[in-house]
């Protein structure tokens, strides 16, 4: 099974689980990964160049997906507008998209930028945030979604929305020194993602889409 995996904090606890799950020898032998940022995962996905993924919601209309999902309730501080002339973020999707539908002006900037961006003091409009505001909703950034191997993906969707996912300190640390942050910035982070989809998620990507 190749499982492509964006390589942003926000998907750290899903990352931490999976290994834990594909701890012994005879899993991690049916499991291959393909990391990138989303808008190269969104291709690989479709071209099947890769079987399971969390792919940009916006991508997401027309796949198979589970009820996991990328989801912030207000302020996420990872997807940014920053002051400035129009300029999408090549490397995201949805954001782009966000950005397009509350007709905001500037520059996108989404993932570990953005948040190091944000905690270095930078100043820039919150796009989850943004969108609260006009719909009173979360809003969903990706869903995993798959092509292929049907019940292995829909099982780990369903283990990983019941697990409350510790994350070690050494991963921690050593996360959070790639990103030039400290570990209870990543922490607190996370504290403001969650993914498992609700109906007010449900809601939310339905009329996003529909935008």
């Known amino acids: ?18 290994k834990r799950h594909i701890s012994s020898s005879a899993a991690k032998m049916s499991f291959n990964y393909k ?33 996991l999902g990328i989801i912030a309730d207000k302020k996420v501080y990872s997807v940014l507008l920053l002051p400035g002339s129009n300029e999408f973020d090549p490397a995201s999707a949805t954001s782009n998209q966000l950005a397009k539908v509350l007709d905001l002006q500037g520059k996108v900037l989404i993932g570990d930028a953005a948040l190091k961006y944000y905690l270095d003091g930078g100043e820039g409009i919150d796009l989850a945030e943004a969108w609260y505001e006009k719909t009173g909703l979360p809003f969903v950034f990706a869903r995993l979604c798959y092509n292929k191997h049907d019940d292995t993906v829909k099982k780990l969707a369903k283990q990983f929305s019941r697990t409350k996912v510790r994350i070690p300190q050494y991963i921690l640390k050593r996360e959070a020194r790639k990103r030039g942050i400290t570990p209870r ?27």
Not at 1 to 18: A, E, H, K, T, W
Not at 49 to 65: D, G, L, P, T, Y
Not at 187 to 197: A, D, G, N, P, V
């Open 1 to 18: 099974m190749l499982f492509g995996s964006i390589s942003y904090l926000n998907l750290l606890p899903f990352q931490v689980f999976l």
């Open 35 to 67: 990391r990138a940022v989303p808008s190269q995962i969104n291709k690989a996905l479709k071209r099947k160049e890769v079987n399971a993924a969390f792919i940009s919601s916006i991508e997401s209309k027309k796949c198979k997906c589970t009820d």
């Open 185 to 211: 910035q990543l922490t607190w982070y996370l504290e403001h993602i969650y993914y498992k989809m609700d109906d007010k998620a449900k809601r939310s990507l339905k009329l996003f889409l529909k935008m």
